[in-house]
Structures are given as C-alpha cells and as structure tokens.
C-alpha cells in the first residue's frame, strides 16, 4: 500500500519544459509512474517526439514568456488528456554577469521566464484542480533562490528563483484547506544544457564540484525520483516544502 503511493495511475501531469533536461527527466518518469504527460516547450527535440509514441503523452508548443500560452498549455491538457492533476513549472533560463552591468533586456528575459511564466502557469493550473478539490503544483526553484553560490554572478537568476521559492510557500498556504498541495525542488548543479551549455566553462565546472560534498553533479534522474515524491500521493502530508537536491551544497 504504501509503495502504491508514489505511483501516479490516472493522473494527468503537465510539465513545462519537458522536452529536455530536468524537465525531460521528470516527464518519462511520471509516464513510467503511470500518469498521462503533457509535455511542453519552445522545440519539440527528438526525445520528446519519440515519448509522443505513446499515448500516455502530448506535446504543446509554447514560449511561457508569451502571455496567452499559459491558459492555452493549461487548456490543451485539459483537451488533450481530461484532466489537470499535476504541474510541473520547470521551464527556465539562466544567465550570469556582474550585477552593474546586467542589462534591462537580460533582466526581463530571466524575470519573464523564471517568475512571470510559472506564476501565470500556476495560476491557470489552479483552477481545474479548485474545482477537483485534488491537485499537485511542483515548482522547480534552485538552491540559488537560498544562498549566493559560487561561482556568483547570478543576482537576477538567483532571485527570480527566490521568488519561485517564496511563491510556493504562499501558494501552499493559500490552498492547503482546498486540497491542493504547492512544493518546490530546489537542485544544485545538474547536468543539462543550461549547465554544461552556455554559462559552463572548465571553471565553473571546478568550482561547483568543489563546492559540492558530494564531489559531483546531480543528474536529471536524480531530480525526477524528488518530483514523483512530491507530486505524489506519498507526500501527502508535504505542502509548502522547498526540497533540496544538491549533494550538500547548501550545507556549508
Ligand atoms: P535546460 O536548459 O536543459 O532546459 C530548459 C527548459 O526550459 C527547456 O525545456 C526549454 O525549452 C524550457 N524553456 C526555457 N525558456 C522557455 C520559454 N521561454 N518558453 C518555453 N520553454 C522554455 O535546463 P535544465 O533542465 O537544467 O533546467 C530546468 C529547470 O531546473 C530550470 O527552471 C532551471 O532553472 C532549474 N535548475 C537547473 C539547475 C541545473 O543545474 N541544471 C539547477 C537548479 C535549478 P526549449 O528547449 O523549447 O527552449
């Protein structure tokens, strides 16, 4: 019975940014876990055409920072799959400069994605799962919406997931009488795109590893056990949690 709990059978998850990285970890491990899956994003990679075989999956294209795509994704699901049970606000950016010379247009872009989108995203989720009385609402912050990790450089990153952060604990607040559970999954450094794309370099790769007890990267799987439980039945009593996944980073 209780390993029943972290199963999702017969619910409808919507992840954003499903199609690669953190996001795509977590989407085929939800399919695997029995839920049906829409997955969402600007490009749809080759990874998510071939989850699409299945019809435990959908895809939606859509940019968050485009004001009409969060009703539009919520309402596709809705469409598509029947039913609204779980969302999962992982789509995100980074970018990393110092502080005076981090443009107008570059704060937009990180504020747009990071905070705007899933507050909209989650405002649209919210209402199918008021109406249910059930719902799962999982924000992927960071440990950088906690601390000022090293390598810096990172303020308008660092505080758009604060936000994210302080977003779900008001969010949680605001809907445990009503059924519907908000957390956050905060990971350190995993390896994705965003992290051995653009703003990586040998450096930044040293410095996080130093950094990290744990003495390596997390991976998306390892981020995607953490949303099944929060998204799922055996977290239960867990609402307005932030979980961290950082190999202790945050410990020191
Ligand atoms: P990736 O760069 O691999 O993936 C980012 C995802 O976000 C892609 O699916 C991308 O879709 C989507 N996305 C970005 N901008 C938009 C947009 N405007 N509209 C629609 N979709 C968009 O990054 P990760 O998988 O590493 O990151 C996932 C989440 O985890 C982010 O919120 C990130 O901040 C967070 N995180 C990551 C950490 C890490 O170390 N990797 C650490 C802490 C938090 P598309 O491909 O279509 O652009």
Redesign the pocket.
Known sequence: MALEQFRLDGKVALV?????????AIAKLFGEAGAKVMM????L?DAAEDLCKSESYGWVQ????DPA?PARIVQATLDRLGALDILVN?????DHGNFHEFGDDRLAAIT???FI?PFRIARSAVMPMLEKGAGAILN?????GEVANKPQLQVA?NAS?AAVHQMTRVMAFEYASRGIRVNAL??????????Q?GIANEDWNRIWTENTPMGR??Q?EE?ATCALFLCSDAASYVTGSVLTADGGYTTH
């Open positions: 954003t940014g499903g199609n690669r990285g953190i996001g795509l969402t994003g600007r490009t990679t859509g940019d968050v920072t795509t992982n789509a995100g950016i980074a747009d994605t990071n989108a992927i912050g960071s440990i950088s990153y997931k905060a990971p350190g450094y995993v390896v994705s795109d965003m992290t794309g990267f997390g998306p981020m």
